[in-house]
C-alpha cells in the first residue's frame, strides 16, 4: 500500500514517478513503509507538543489527524 503522501508527490513530479518506477518491488515497498513509520512519528511527537506545550490532550482519535481535507 502506497502513503497518500507518497501517491501524491509521485502524482505531481515525473523525476520522482520515474525513479520510483525503476525501483524493484521490494525497494518500492520499503521505501513506502519508511514514510509510513515516518508520519507516526510526526504525529507522536505532534501530541507530545499539545500536551506538554498547551497542556491538552487529543480529542480526536489519531486515525483523523491526517484525513485530507
Do not use: C, W
Not at 33 to 41: D, G, K, Q, T
Not at 57 to 66: E, K, Q, V
Amino acid at each position: 500500500m502506497v502513503p497518500r503522501e507518497l501517491k501524491s508527490a509521485l502524482a505531481n513530479n515525473k523525476k520522482a514517478k520515474a525513479a520510483y518506477a525503476v525501483m524493484g518491488r521490494g525497494k518500492q515497498r520499503e521505501y513506502a513503509e519508511y514514510i509510513s513509520v515516518i508520519r507516526f512519528h510526526a504525529l507522536v511527537i505532534e501530541r507530545h507538543v499539545d500536551v506538554v506545550v498547551y497542556g491538552e490532550r487529543m480529542t480526536t482519535p489519531a486515525s483523523d489527524r491526517f484525513v485530507e481535507r
